[in-house]
């Protein structure tokens, strides 16, 4: 085990890519670092905007930023191109899919969107949590989308259609993380 320093700043969120090639890391100052995993040594700096990134995700040759400035970013890691997804609320977390098609955020509101990255066209958002979504994660198929949010509710959602296909409630307190098996 390896432990990886970010300067001064505090990291917020880390992801680590479906390959384990690439580590990337958002801190409080509105970087992302990211660590080559075969060279072992950071790769550079990335700017993510002009706030706290609060979650970060790399997945299929993508890097996807949630930031305090409200804003979901999608940066191209081979061209470093930058795509600005969300509309203006206050976003909370990120989540690239493995294949790099799929970009999911959220908000503090509860509201939940899904983008094909191939276009930055919004599929479909739903606001159907009470509270903030804290977390968010895709499946590695491509099907679905997981959330957990404020309201103690986690959910399972098609990830095309934006239809919820499973409700766990009744988890108790806030959902501050899920995850989905990769297989």
Do not use: P
């Not at 990211?34 to 970060?56: F, H, I, T």
């Not at 997804?85 to 977390?93: M, N, P, T």
């Not at 908000?107 to 094909?116: A, E, N």
């Not at 919004?122 to 606001?127: A, G, K, V």
């Amino acid at each position: 085990f390896r432990s990886l320093a970010a300067g001064r700043n505090a990291i917020w969120s880390a992801s680590v890519d479906s390959r384990n090639e690439v580590v990337v890391a958002g801190t409080s100052d509105g970087a992302i670092g990211v660590w080559s995993m075969r060279a072992q040594r950071w790769d550079g700096r990335l700017s993510a905007g002009s706030g706290r990134v609060w979650s970060v995700s790399v997945g299929g040759g993508f890097v996807g930023t949630a930031c305090s400035d409200r804003t979901i970013r999608l940066r191209s890691r081979t061209d470093g191109n930058e795509v600005v997804l969300s509309d203006g609320e206050r976003a909370w977390a990120v989540e690239v899919s493995a294949s790099g098609a799929y970009v999911a955020g959220s908000t503090i509101r509860g509201k939940i969107s899904v983008w094909d990255t191939s276009t930055a066209s919004r599929l479909w958002t739903n606001d159907f949590h009470a509270g903030r979504v804290r977390s968010i994660a895709i499946s590695g198929d491509d099907r679905y989308v997981l959330t957990g949010a404020g309201d103690g509710v986690v959910r399972l959602w098609d990830l095309i259609s934006g239809e919820v296909v499973h409700t766990s409630d009744g988890i108790g307190g806030w959902v501050r993380s899920v995850a989905l098996s990769r297989d």
